[in-house]
């Protein structure tokens, strides 16, 4: 069996055909994943004994002749920022490094329960703060296309192990570009959902306003199947929509011709150059399938960087509170006093980059500077929100880039936590408008490095961004 190569439904016709057990799957998916993770490190600990039993269940309802679920089978990977009841979760920090949540997220709950085989926690930047991975207290993640380079961040395991094969489909976070940038970065399809679509009950919180779990796979299918599985509402998450949640593979592969789709221009400045052209290539392909492509302007884009970087910041600077060495697993020993016992875990405990941001969050916070950066931000917000509803009345998808450049270099931006913020200049307006987006492969640079496109819809039409995508996928020709 060629686990890399396996998709959802080749899984369900392998059961069906009985060329192989869910428990024989699981147990060579967790043998392989062994193997390769040393090249990667993407993921930080595996599961068998939960996905040999998950299989089992699996196997028994299959000889019991009971429908075995969407997700039967299939060997998952979840982000280590998703608690999982009894499995450590670390948020790839040493704070949490000995962390073992009493309960499962909703998203576990629900793809387990649709008979998904999850074999282990993915490695991601600390809290999910990061573009490059670079951030784990566990050491980065290579991609696994090109070893010397990141794999994007901060959901970098969960993109390398479904790009490597170890997982047919991944769960990641999205706070501001976390699951399309590195979809983009490996060269697989990664999708966030419409911000409420998803329960974030379980998703350690980075900056609730923007939080969302979302999904990869190898194929637009595989990742529409899996946000079905895991969409819908959760009394346990307020935020979270009671739209109810459509059969998301059913369009596929339906025509898009007439479809109207906006370019946005100021996504298409200061591109790197193979990054224009595969765009622009991608851009005609959809051209050919009839799409109406014209050009469009969300003209706030330009204050996205500073918007996002100052609410996400404000947000997490209270969300990390929490951290204080009285509740949860590390403390350091050396302190005396109350107060040293909080500088000192915190001070230990947390990477450079959650401590930037920690003190970014309380300074705009803070009572001289609330109205000047905090609520100006929140306007901002506003106005970028209003580019794309206005851009909707007009277009039912817009595509544009994912990052202005491809996977760069381990090392390469890790000292520039500025060039690292203005690299997610294209993801994160999609974040603080709150609307559905997702990346999917349109080709490699000459050097063999992907690129991803990004379609972004209005609120809750991931059944129109699903199908643009689908159809590109099927006419794209690799
Ligand atoms: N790179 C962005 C940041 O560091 C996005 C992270 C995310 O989406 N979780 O904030």
Do not use: W
């Amino acid at each position: 069996m060629d686990i890399a190569s396996l998709t959802i439904d080749r899984i369900h016709e392998g059961l069906r055909r009985r060329a192989f057990s869910a428990a024989e799957l699981a147990q060579a998916a967790l043998a392989f994943a062994e193997r390769e993770n040393p090249r990667t490190n993407a993921y930080l600990h595996f599961a068998p004994e939960r996905a040999l039993a998950a299989a089992q269940r699996v196997d028994r309802q299959l000889a019991a002749g009971e429908p075995p679920g969407k997700l039967a089978g299939v060997p998952i990977a979840v982000k280590d920022v998703i608690v999982t009841q009894g499995l450590r979760t670390t948020c790839g920090s040493r704070l949490l490094a000995n962390y073992v949540p009493p309960y499962d997220a909703t998203a576990v709950e629900r793809l387990e329960a649709a008979g998904g085989v999850m074999i282990g926690k993915a490695n991601c930047d600390e809290f999910a703060m990061g573009s490059s991975n670079e951030n784990s207290a566990f050491g980065p993640v290579r991609n696994p296309v090109a070893p010397d380079r990141v794999p994007g961040g901060s959901s970098g395991g969960s993109a390398a192990v479904v790009a490597q094969g170890t997982a047919v489909v991944s769960l990641g976070s999205d706070t501001g570009g976390s699951i399309r940038q590195p979809a983009s970065f490996c060269g697989v399809v990664g999708v966030t959902p419409t911000y409420g679509r998803v329960s974030r009950y379980g998703l350690v919180a980075f900056a609730s306003s923007l939080d969302h779990i979302g999904p990869f796979g190898r194929n637009v299918k595989d990742a529409a199947t899996l946000l079905e599985v895991i969409a819908g509402r959760d009394e346990r998450d307020a935020t979270s929509a009671f739209a109810p949640v459509p059969d998301y593979t059913a369009s596929l592969g339906e025509s898009v011709r007439g479809m109207k789709i906006g370019l946005p221009k100021e996504y298409f400045t200061g591109l790197a150059s193979e990054t224009g052209d595969l765009m622009h290539a991608a851009v005609a392909q959809l051209e050919k399938l009839g799409c109406q492509v014209r050009e469009i302007s969300l003209p706030a884009t330009g204050y996205a960087i500073a918007c996002y970087y100052i609410i996400c910041t404000a947000e997490a600077s209270s969300n990390l509170a929490r951290y204080d060495g009285v509740r949860y697993t590390y403390r350091s020993p050396g302190a005396q006093t109350l107060l040293d016992m909080y500088r000192q875990t915190r001070g230990e405990g947390f990477g450079a980059e959650c401590k930037r941001r920690i003190m970014l969050g309380t300074y705009v916070l803070s009572a001289g500077y609330y109205d000047a950066y905090y609520l100006k931000a929140q306007k901002v917000r506003t106005l970028i929100a209003r580019d794309f509803q206005n851009a909707f009345g007009e277009v039912d998808a817009i595509v544009a880039p994912v990052s202005p450049s491809p996977a760069f270099k381990i090392g390469e931006k890790i000292d520039d936590p500025l060039e690292m913020y203005l690299s997610d200049i294209y993801t994160i307006t999609g974040d603080l408008a709150g609307i559905p987006c997702m990346s999917v492969p349109c080709g490699r640079t000459a050097e063999g490095l992907p690129v991803g496109m990004q379609i972004l819809c209005n609120h809750f039409q991931e059944e129109t961004m699903f199908k643009l995508a689908a159809a590109y996928e099927s006419a794209r020709g690799f």
